[in-house]
């Protein structure tokens, strides 16, 4: 079996904190370890490393990868693909089976499992179990879904009402036909569906024989599946051209070997701040607050706290989220609304939407202090070994100003070393890089002064230290 | 007639914006003015300038002169005294008696108006009708009071009873004798107090003439007399000695030449966010916002945002103050546990409850932007024509990179001048002085490095620049 994980959602429904530059899926929110982490880590109880695929963007290939690298488990062995562009569900799909036949090298009796990489599923010994079965159902050439029985009337998930019982499979677990897959439905249908006992959450988990899907994929989206015959590379170059198509309308709802298997387990998709209260431990006053946090008679409220000191008084069923630009202050039971709120936010142009003031790269990472009239102030850190690209800019020129580690800096043709406590200057439109030959992290001040301060004002030049981003 | 404005508290009932490094009484709230402004600006209406003192402490002597050199009325034309320590308000109003009588010259027929500095009134006129016929009823010997006509039974304030009323005055309005000034009282004596119209909020305004006073200290106050015969110069060396005593417990509760005035008029003592919330606008749904501030389905909340995006959804009857370093979330009517909240902040020693970011200086003002493993970032502003006083650090080197303006830097016995996108470095145990001898503030990046940043960190030199701090 191969799993392929879906990493590329850049959500911004746990805005401030999960943003395009840094969304949902690597956020630590219920443990030490992140989402995708975690994801990874769920399979490693049934299958090996080299069997897992994670698809993402270019974006954030560095984040996975280093998020993996940091993972016991042997995260590192897992495949990393990229999607030159987002292109929904069903062409990932297609990228990730034509990854596994052409550069691993699997037949169509493999299986495929697919995942996102933001959910929450515990415990994880149980979810294996309904993994293995559907695995069997997969065998006997069905598509199968995974549904949840749902434990109150949701009407934020959209649900999969089974039909006729699979007969035939030596699974232990009872599986369904699909008779069909519904809307988001209103409180009263909801209800109806959970005293029904026929539907279920849709998990946006499913398993497949590589052989089936593609059939249907045939069968279904020609004008997707022409693009089946390209070799990888050619695939990749083309894929901005494939059609914009969910897995979901593309076969889920229209072949008729689509299964369910239903699954009573606890299951998050972590759509909103209020799913997260729900998965983080609270203390006896209902609390659950990280951070530099002080609060006075607050009862059941979330209080993810950053730098500074946020102190609350009197509060009840409060949601509060601090980052260092922005800070969001909800009620709870209210979180939906936070997509109306980033929708707002993008109407105005607010860059606290999209962008951290904290901004990762390959190289380490780099924070805006203070932004004012022709000057801009970072505090950059460079990894030990690790190195920026040779680059120049036009409006700005640069104060640097070391406070650990040591330097090894190129500026026009001179190279030199820059120790603690000392300072270089790089005048506009001049060549230069910045490097960490040393074995701590380099931490330095960058002090801007231009009438053009945006990231923009950058030409990189390609050398050994070109990369993606 | 002569007016005492009391401004040396240091309270933090407003805390996180009011700290001892910048309390109440300079807080712009409601207006573009503070609360010091508007109360040199309230007597305006009936004195000049020339007879308002202003009795502060050595830390605030320039947030009052700054305030006053600001105003229009010639605020700048007010006496500014300060007490070299705290000593309540007592040995406060004996030394703007003293100042009166030596400085100005005055006799024991001229009437003296005290008032805080951080209380609102409206309407003006109205506020000063009252004062003129206080001031008949003080030419008649009296030790006048101002009550507040209750609208709510307080239970935050103390009451002043009224006794008989004050005949053979040719006031135009009635005054009383004191029966009684009570402690704060519970929900049903408040209520009580109210019905029975005879109980007045203490506004802790008061008026009376100099000679009444006098023999009113001398009476009851001797250990306080004593040091009356000192000449104004020995009696501001020994302030430290006087005994810390209230003027309430050791006067106004003793004398029988009390009396109240009763005033119908709107008055707010600011004492807690909620006092705030009900002087600001408020918006139609009850909401009074000031900064970066986005509300979405949010009722009857006062938020006053800083630099960052602040984002509430669903909030009722919530007061958020958020600053650089600290941020407050409380439900309205609870304000006044942030008094708990600050002694709990100061047991835990957090320099949040006394400190600003942001310290204002006589020659400008530094924010600290970050704050690090021996280095810490600072933001300097220094006004046109200022300049830091001669000055030395053991311990931190400092690089200056200046981002607007010119400065004139002193290193050793280095004069120089350095300008926008320059940098200069000043090694540890080294002289140096910050000047802007320029037209325009000067704005510089200060990066310390060494293994002990704290401000106390300096030793400074007697120079042309020397200052009380």
């Keep these: 079996m191969k799993a392929i994980i879906l990493a590329g959602g850049s959500g911004t429904r746990l805005w401030p904190l999960s943003r395009k530059s840094y969304p949902k899926q690597f956020l630590k929110l219920n443990s030490n370890t992140s989402l995708l982490q975690q994801s990874v880590d769920r399979l490693s109880g049934y299958l090996q490393m080299e069997d897992v695929l994670i698809i993402t ?3 954030y290939m560095f984040y996975v990868k280093s998020e993996l690298k940091n993972m016991t488990e042997g995260g590192h062995k ?4 990229y999607e030159p562009t987002g292109r929904n569900t069903a062409p990932a799909i297609l990228l990730g089976i034509k990854y596994c036949e052409e550069i691993i090298g699997v037949n169509d009796d493999e299986i495929m499992f697919i995942c996102p990489s933001d959910h929450v599923i515990k415990p994880n010994g149980k979810f294996i179990d309904y993994l293995k079965n559907a695995e069997i159902a997969a065998k006997n050439g069905y598509i199968v879904t995974f549904g949840i029985t749902p434990v109150r009337p949701e009407t934020g998930y959209g649900y999969i009402e089974r039909g006729d019982k699979l007969n035939g499979l030596s699974a232990s677990m009872e599986c369904f036909l699909v008779r069909a897959f519904t809307e988001k439905p209103n409180t009263d249908t909801a209800k109806q569906y959970i005293d029904g006992g026929n539907h279920f959450w849709n998990s946006g988990m499913f398993t497949f024989q590589i052989g089936v899907m593609k059939e249907e994929l045939k069968k279904y ?7 089946y015959d390209l070799k990888y590379n050619e695939f990749i170059e083309q894929f901005a051209q494939i059609p914009d198509k969910s897995i979901d309308y593309a076969v889920m709802e229209k072949t008729d070997k689509i299964a369910v298997l239903p699954m009573d387990i606890y299951w998050n ?13 609270q203390d006896t006053d209902g609390n659950s607050t990280t951070g530099n946090v002080i609060t006075l008679e607050t009862k059941g409220s979330m209080i993810i706290g950053g730098k500074r000191l946020m102190a609350t008084i009197g509060l009840e069923d409060c949601l509060i989220v601090e980052t260092d630009d922005a800070i969001l202050v909800s009620k709870r039971g209210q979180a939906q609304k936070v997509k109306d709120m980033v929708t707002y936010l993008k109407e105005q142009n607010k860059k606290e939407v999209s962008e951290h003031t904290t901004m990762y790269k390959p190289w380490g990472h780099f924070t805006v202090l203070e932004e ?7 505090q950059v850190v460079v990894i030990p070994g690790e190195a920026l690209s040779l680059q120049m800019h036009h409006h700005r020129s640069e104060h640097w100003i070391i406070v650990a580690g040591t330097a090894k800096v190129t500026i026009a043709d001179k190279e030199m070393f820059v120790h603690e406590n000392e300072s270089v200057y790089v005048p506009k439109s001049t060549k230069h890089r910045l490097e960490n030959p040393g074995k701590i992290p380099l931490a330095l001040i960058e002090v801007q002064n231009g009438e053009y301060l945006e990231e923009d004002d950058i030409i990189r030049y390609d050398d050994k230290y070109a990369r993606l981003i």
Excluded: C, M, T
Aim: overall charge negative.
């Design 221 to 227: 989206v020609p004008n997707l599946w022409q693009y």
């Design 57 to 59: 963007n270019k974006e």
């Design 269 to 281: 998709d972590i759509g909103s701040w209020d799913s997260v209260y729900e998965i983080l431990e």
């Design 372 to 378: 004012g009239n022709r000057f801009k102030i970072k």
């Design 78 to 81: 897992a495949h990393v693909l």
